[in-house]
Protein backbone atom coordinates (compact mmCIF):
# COMPACT_ATOMS: atom_id res chain seq x y z
CA UNK A 1 0.00 0.00 0.00
CA UNK A 2 1.43 3.32 -1.26
CA UNK A 3 2.29 6.17 1.70
CA UNK A 4 -0.42 8.65 2.45
CA UNK A 5 1.11 11.99 1.61
CA UNK A 6 -0.69 15.46 1.86
CA UNK A 7 -0.80 18.03 -0.16
CA UNK A 8 0.60 20.49 3.07
CA UNK A 9 0.43 19.85 6.80
CA UNK A 10 0.23 22.80 9.12
CA UNK A 11 1.67 22.56 12.54
CA UNK A 12 -0.03 24.52 14.94
CA UNK A 13 -3.68 25.45 15.29
CA UNK A 14 -3.25 28.92 17.05
CA UNK A 15 -4.54 32.07 15.01
CA UNK A 16 -1.94 31.88 12.23
CA UNK A 17 -2.57 27.82 11.85
CA UNK A 18 -6.35 28.92 11.68
CA UNK A 19 -5.83 31.49 8.79
CA UNK A 20 -3.22 29.44 6.90
CA UNK A 21 -6.25 26.84 7.33
CA UNK A 22 -8.78 28.75 6.09
CA UNK A 23 -7.42 29.55 2.58
CA UNK A 24 -5.99 25.99 2.08
CA UNK A 25 -9.89 24.39 2.30
CA UNK A 26 -10.91 27.63 0.26
CA UNK A 27 -8.47 26.13 -2.64
CA UNK A 28 -9.62 22.70 -1.59
CA UNK A 29 -6.31 20.86 -1.58
CA UNK A 30 -5.63 17.92 0.58
CA UNK A 31 -4.47 19.28 4.24
CA UNK A 32 -4.35 18.72 7.93
CA UNK A 33 -3.72 20.39 10.72
CA UNK A 34 -1.85 19.22 14.12
CA UNK A 35 -2.09 20.64 17.44
CA UNK A 36 -0.40 20.58 20.56
CA UNK A 37 -3.08 21.66 22.88
CA UNK A 38 -6.69 19.49 23.88
CA UNK A 39 -8.82 21.97 22.94
CA UNK A 40 -8.84 25.11 20.34
CA UNK A 41 -7.05 28.76 21.18
CA UNK A 42 -3.67 28.23 20.70
CA UNK A 43 -1.59 30.63 23.13
CA UNK A 44 -4.58 32.62 24.20
CA UNK A 45 -5.29 29.35 26.48
CA UNK A 46 -2.27 30.13 28.03
CA UNK A 47 -2.84 34.26 28.80
CA UNK A 48 -3.92 35.74 31.90
CA UNK A 49 -7.19 36.26 33.15
CA UNK A 50 -7.34 39.51 33.00
CA UNK A 51 -5.89 40.20 28.96
CA UNK A 52 -7.40 42.32 26.68
CA UNK A 53 -6.58 42.91 22.76
CA UNK A 54 -5.23 45.81 22.05
CA UNK A 55 -7.09 46.44 18.49
CA UNK A 56 -11.16 46.66 18.27
CA UNK A 57 -12.75 42.86 17.34
CA UNK A 58 -13.11 44.03 13.79
CA UNK A 59 -9.42 44.46 13.25
CA UNK A 60 -8.17 41.84 15.21
CA UNK A 61 -10.82 39.06 12.89
CA UNK A 62 -8.96 36.02 10.75
CA UNK A 63 -9.88 35.82 7.41
CA UNK A 64 -14.00 35.12 6.05
CA UNK A 65 -15.48 35.52 9.60
CA UNK A 66 -15.42 39.26 11.87
CA UNK A 67 -14.87 38.69 15.56
CA UNK A 68 -18.22 39.94 17.46
CA UNK A 69 -17.46 43.02 19.16
CA UNK A 70 -16.77 43.26 22.85
CA UNK A 71 -19.60 43.13 25.32
CA UNK A 72 -17.74 45.68 27.20
CA UNK A 73 -15.51 48.28 25.89
CA UNK A 74 -13.79 48.36 22.56
CA UNK A 75 -11.43 46.18 23.40
CA UNK A 76 -12.29 42.04 23.71
CA UNK A 77 -11.16 40.08 26.85
CA UNK A 78 -8.92 36.97 26.36
CA UNK A 79 -11.93 34.90 26.79
CA UNK A 80 -13.96 36.60 23.95
CA UNK A 81 -10.97 35.95 21.85
CA UNK A 82 -11.14 31.99 23.01
CA UNK A 83 -14.83 31.74 22.31
CA UNK A 84 -13.84 33.45 18.40
CA UNK A 85 -11.26 31.35 18.12
CA UNK A 86 -13.36 27.59 18.77
CA UNK A 87 -16.20 28.95 16.67
CA UNK A 88 -13.77 29.40 13.80
CA UNK A 89 -12.39 26.31 13.78
CA UNK A 90 -16.68 24.79 13.87
CA UNK A 91 -17.79 27.05 11.70
CA UNK A 92 -14.99 26.01 8.84
CA UNK A 93 -14.79 22.52 9.77
CA UNK A 94 -10.88 22.55 9.78
CA UNK A 95 -9.46 19.62 9.57
CA UNK A 96 -7.54 19.67 13.21
CA UNK A 97 -6.00 17.30 15.17
CA UNK A 98 -5.34 17.17 18.81
CA UNK A 99 -3.05 16.75 20.59
CA UNK A 100 -0.30 16.33 18.95
CA UNK A 101 3.31 17.38 20.07
CA UNK A 102 5.06 17.59 16.70
CA UNK A 103 8.43 16.53 17.43
CA UNK A 104 10.39 16.89 14.13
CA UNK A 105 10.00 17.71 10.52
CA UNK A 106 12.86 15.79 8.38
CA UNK A 107 13.68 15.61 4.80
CA UNK A 108 11.88 11.74 3.46
CA UNK A 109 13.69 10.92 0.28
CA UNK A 110 12.47 7.58 -0.30
CA UNK A 111 8.85 9.52 -1.33
CA UNK A 112 10.60 12.95 -1.97
CA UNK A 113 8.88 15.21 0.88
CA UNK A 114 8.85 15.90 4.34
CA UNK A 115 7.67 14.06 7.35
CA UNK A 116 6.31 14.99 10.16
CA UNK A 117 6.43 13.19 13.74
CA UNK A 118 5.34 13.13 17.30
CA UNK A 119 7.72 10.72 18.15
CA UNK A 120 4.50 7.92 18.06
CA UNK A 121 3.08 8.78 14.49
CA UNK A 122 4.69 9.92 11.45
CA UNK A 123 2.86 11.70 8.93
CA UNK A 124 3.96 12.44 5.07
CA UNK A 125 3.64 16.10 2.88
CA UNK A 126 4.20 17.90 -0.10
CA UNK A 127 4.96 21.05 2.38
CA UNK A 128 4.82 21.83 5.70
CA UNK A 129 3.58 24.82 7.52
CA UNK A 130 5.42 25.85 10.63
CA UNK A 131 2.61 27.90 13.17
CA UNK A 132 3.66 26.80 16.64
CA UNK A 133 4.14 30.11 17.44
CA UNK A 134 6.51 31.99 20.33
CA UNK A 135 4.46 31.47 23.51
CA UNK A 136 6.45 28.46 24.48
CA UNK A 137 9.59 29.85 24.19
CA UNK A 138 9.55 32.80 26.53
CA UNK A 139 12.54 35.12 27.41
CA UNK A 140 13.83 36.11 30.68
CA UNK A 141 17.10 38.07 30.43
CA UNK A 142 20.66 36.85 31.97
CA UNK A 143 20.88 38.99 35.70
CA UNK A 144 23.74 38.71 37.90
CA UNK A 145 22.33 36.55 40.89
CA UNK A 146 19.38 35.76 39.62
CA UNK A 147 19.95 31.93 40.17
CA UNK A 148 20.74 32.98 43.72
CA UNK A 149 17.37 34.46 44.22
CA UNK A 150 15.24 32.66 46.67
CA UNK A 151 12.12 34.84 45.63
CA UNK A 152 9.52 33.62 42.73
CA UNK A 153 10.38 34.28 39.08
CA UNK A 154 7.45 33.80 36.74
CA UNK A 155 7.47 35.06 33.18
CA UNK A 156 3.95 36.54 31.89
CA UNK A 157 3.20 33.58 29.99
CA UNK A 158 2.13 32.00 32.97
CA UNK A 159 1.26 34.69 35.11
CA UNK A 160 -2.32 33.97 36.44
CA UNK A 161 -3.84 36.85 37.45
CA UNK A 162 -3.54 38.88 41.52
CA UNK A 163 -4.18 36.84 43.80
CA UNK A 164 -1.18 35.22 44.29
CA UNK A 165 0.72 38.33 44.82
CA UNK A 166 -1.89 39.90 46.72
CA UNK A 167 -0.35 42.26 49.64
CA UNK A 168 3.13 41.19 48.33
CA UNK A 169 6.28 43.19 47.09
CA UNK A 170 6.48 42.42 43.05
CA UNK A 171 8.54 43.98 40.61
CA UNK A 172 7.37 43.65 36.89
CA UNK A 173 9.93 43.93 34.50
CA UNK A 174 8.71 45.14 31.03
CA UNK A 175 7.97 48.24 29.15
CA UNK A 176 5.51 47.14 26.61
CA UNK A 177 1.59 46.28 26.52
CA UNK A 178 1.99 42.70 28.50
CA UNK A 179 4.21 45.04 31.28
CA UNK A 180 1.70 48.17 31.67
CA UNK A 181 -1.28 46.21 31.90
CA UNK A 182 -0.07 43.25 34.14
CA UNK A 183 1.52 46.19 36.35
CA UNK A 184 -1.58 48.20 36.30
CA UNK A 185 -3.75 45.72 37.94
CA UNK A 186 -0.99 44.45 40.56
CA UNK A 187 -0.80 47.88 41.44
CA UNK A 188 -4.26 48.11 42.92
CA UNK A 189 -3.18 44.51 45.41
CA UNK A 190 0.34 44.11 45.81
CA UNK A 191 3.35 46.69 46.81
CA UNK A 192 4.58 46.59 43.15
CA UNK A 193 6.81 48.53 40.72
CA UNK A 194 6.91 48.35 37.00
CA UNK A 195 10.88 48.30 36.22
CA UNK A 196 11.30 49.44 32.22
CA UNK A 197 14.95 49.75 30.86
CA UNK A 198 13.84 53.11 29.22
CA UNK A 199 10.58 55.66 29.73
CA UNK A 200 7.56 53.70 28.71
CA UNK A 201 5.86 55.26 25.51
CA UNK A 202 2.02 55.35 25.81
CA UNK A 203 0.19 56.29 22.63
CA UNK A 204 -2.78 58.87 22.45
CA UNK A 205 -6.18 57.42 23.44
CA UNK A 206 -7.32 56.70 19.85
CA UNK A 207 -4.28 54.61 18.58
CA UNK A 208 -4.48 50.93 18.93
CA UNK A 209 -3.10 48.21 17.52
CA UNK A 210 -4.94 48.51 14.14
CA UNK A 211 -2.33 51.37 13.66
CA UNK A 212 0.29 49.68 15.33
CA UNK A 213 0.46 46.91 12.78
CA UNK A 214 0.37 49.13 9.66
CA UNK A 215 3.32 51.21 11.52
CA UNK A 216 5.44 47.92 11.39
CA UNK A 217 4.38 46.90 7.98
CA UNK A 218 5.25 50.35 6.44
CA UNK A 219 9.05 50.04 8.02
CA UNK A 220 9.49 46.28 6.70
CA UNK A 221 8.53 48.19 3.62
CA UNK A 222 11.00 50.96 3.68
CA UNK A 223 8.20 53.49 4.34
CA UNK A 224 8.53 54.90 7.54
CA UNK A 225 8.30 58.00 6.64
CA UNK A 226 4.95 58.20 5.76
CA UNK A 227 3.32 55.73 8.69
CA UNK A 228 1.33 56.29 11.42
CA UNK A 229 2.70 57.23 14.86
CA UNK A 230 4.08 54.48 17.00
CA UNK A 231 5.55 51.14 17.14
CA UNK A 232 4.38 47.60 18.40
CA UNK A 233 5.71 47.44 21.61
CA UNK A 234 3.89 51.16 22.41
CA UNK A 235 1.97 50.93 25.42
CA UNK A 236 -2.24 51.21 23.91
CA UNK A 237 -4.32 52.61 26.43
CA UNK A 238 -6.60 50.05 26.92
CA UNK A 239 -9.33 50.47 29.66
CA UNK A 240 -7.46 48.97 32.59
CA UNK A 241 -4.24 50.86 31.94
CA UNK A 242 -5.87 54.28 30.93
CA UNK A 243 -7.06 54.02 34.53
CA UNK A 244 -3.96 53.41 36.23
CA UNK A 245 -2.52 56.40 34.09
CA UNK A 246 -5.64 58.31 35.13
CA UNK A 247 -5.00 57.56 38.85
CA UNK A 248 -0.87 58.49 38.71
CA UNK A 249 -0.05 54.36 39.31
CA UNK A 250 1.63 53.98 35.72
CA UNK A 251 4.76 55.02 36.60
CA UNK A 252 7.69 53.02 35.98
CA UNK A 253 11.75 52.95 37.93
CA UNK A 254 14.53 52.24 35.75
CA UNK A 255 15.97 48.48 35.80
CA UNK A 256 17.92 46.80 38.94
CA UNK A 257 21.45 45.63 38.14
CA UNK A 258 21.42 42.07 40.54
CA UNK A 259 19.76 39.97 42.58
CA UNK A 260 20.61 38.92 46.15
CA UNK A 261 19.26 35.93 47.87
CA UNK A 262 16.11 37.47 48.85
CA UNK A 263 15.62 40.95 46.45
CA UNK A 264 17.78 43.32 44.15
CA UNK A 265 20.21 45.56 44.10
CA UNK A 266 19.54 48.76 42.85
CA UNK A 267 21.31 51.03 40.59
CA UNK A 268 22.49 53.36 43.52
CA UNK A 269 24.02 50.04 45.19
CA UNK A 270 21.07 50.02 48.34
CA UNK A 271 19.26 46.39 48.23
CA UNK A 272 15.44 45.75 48.89
CA UNK A 273 13.91 42.24 49.44
CA UNK A 274 11.11 40.86 47.02
CA UNK A 275 8.76 38.36 47.19
CA UNK A 276 8.59 38.18 42.99
CA UNK A 277 9.50 39.28 39.97
CA UNK A 278 7.48 39.40 36.80
CA UNK A 279 9.17 39.23 33.37
CA UNK A 280 7.15 40.95 30.60
CA UNK A 281 10.36 40.50 28.44
CA UNK A 282 8.65 38.56 25.39
CA UNK A 283 9.25 35.26 23.36
CA UNK A 284 11.49 33.75 20.58
CA UNK A 285 10.29 31.37 17.81
CA UNK A 286 9.86 28.10 18.97
CA UNK A 287 11.49 26.27 16.14
CA UNK A 288 12.96 23.23 17.72
CA UNK A 289 10.97 20.75 15.77
CA UNK A 290 12.97 21.78 12.70
CA UNK A 291 15.74 21.12 14.05
CA UNK A 292 16.99 17.89 11.60
CA UNK A 293 16.40 20.18 9.09
CA UNK A 294 19.29 22.31 10.32
CA UNK A 295 17.57 25.82 8.73
CA UNK A 296 17.61 27.77 12.31
CA UNK A 297 20.49 30.55 12.18
CA UNK A 298 21.94 31.46 15.51
CA UNK A 299 19.71 34.12 16.45
CA UNK A 300 17.10 31.63 16.56
CA UNK A 301 15.24 32.55 12.84
CA UNK A 302 14.82 30.85 9.70
CA UNK A 303 16.18 32.57 6.18
CA UNK A 304 12.60 33.29 4.76
CA UNK A 305 11.27 34.94 1.78
CA UNK A 306 7.48 35.75 2.11
CA UNK A 307 7.22 32.74 4.42
CA UNK A 308 8.60 30.18 2.50
CA UNK A 309 12.33 29.00 3.69
CA UNK A 310 15.19 29.38 1.29
CA UNK A 311 17.36 26.31 2.49
CA UNK A 312 14.27 24.15 2.61
CA UNK A 313 11.13 25.68 -0.07
CA UNK A 314 9.14 22.69 0.97
CA UNK A 315 8.83 24.18 4.41
CA UNK A 316 6.85 27.63 5.20
CA UNK A 317 6.45 29.63 8.62
CA UNK A 318 3.66 31.97 9.79
CA UNK A 319 3.01 34.03 12.74
CA UNK A 320 6.31 33.87 14.57
CA UNK A 321 6.67 37.71 14.12
CA UNK A 322 8.27 40.42 11.42
CA UNK A 323 10.68 38.22 9.80
CA UNK A 324 8.62 36.08 8.91
CA UNK A 325 5.91 38.61 7.76
CA UNK A 326 5.11 41.89 9.03
CA UNK A 327 2.87 41.85 12.58
CA UNK A 328 2.37 38.29 11.76
CA UNK A 329 2.78 37.26 15.48
CA UNK A 330 -0.92 39.40 16.32
CA UNK A 331 -4.45 38.28 15.17
CA UNK A 332 -4.66 41.35 12.35
CA UNK A 333 -0.92 40.10 11.01
CA UNK A 334 -1.58 36.30 11.16
CA UNK A 335 -4.74 37.10 8.62
CA UNK A 336 -2.97 39.52 6.61
CA UNK A 337 0.16 37.34 6.21
CA UNK A 338 -1.78 34.18 5.40
CA UNK A 339 -3.97 36.05 2.77
CA UNK A 340 -0.71 37.29 1.36
CA UNK A 341 1.66 34.06 1.43
CA UNK A 342 -1.28 31.37 0.99
CA UNK A 343 -1.22 31.96 -2.68
CA UNK A 344 2.48 31.55 -3.61
CA UNK A 345 2.51 28.15 -1.08
CA UNK A 346 -0.27 27.33 -3.26
CA UNK A 347 1.72 28.32 -6.63
CA UNK A 348 4.85 26.28 -5.21
CA UNK A 349 2.31 23.10 -4.44
CA UNK A 350 1.28 22.82 -8.20
CA UNK A 351 4.76 22.94 -9.36
CA UNK A 352 6.13 20.23 -7.47
CA UNK A 353 2.84 18.04 -8.10
CA UNK A 354 3.25 18.50 -11.52
CA UNK A 355 6.80 17.64 -11.56
CA UNK A 356 6.38 14.30 -9.73
CA UNK A 357 3.55 13.34 -12.27
CA UNK A 358 5.75 13.55 -15.29
Known amino acids: MAAKIFDVIVIGAGQAGLSVGYYLKRADVDFIILDNQTQSGGAWLHTWPSLRLFSPALMSSLPGKLMPKAKEGQYPHRNEVLSYLAEYERHYQLPIYRPHQVQSVERDTVHNCLKVSDGKYSWLAKTVVSATGTWSNPQIPEIEGHQAFTGEQCHSAHYAGVEHYRGKRVLI ?5 SGAQIYAELAEVANASWITRGPPLFLPDEVDGRVLFERATARINGNDGDAPVGGIGDIVMVPPVKAALDKG ?13 NGVIWPDGNEEQVDAVIWCTGFKAELAHL ?3 NLVESDGKVQVVNGQAVKEP ?14 SATLIGAGRSARENVPAMLGFLTEITQRSNE
Do not use: E, K
Open 173 to 177: VGGGN
Open 314 to 327: RLWLFGYGDWASPG
Open 291 to 293: TPL
Open 249 to 261: LLTSQPMFSGFTD
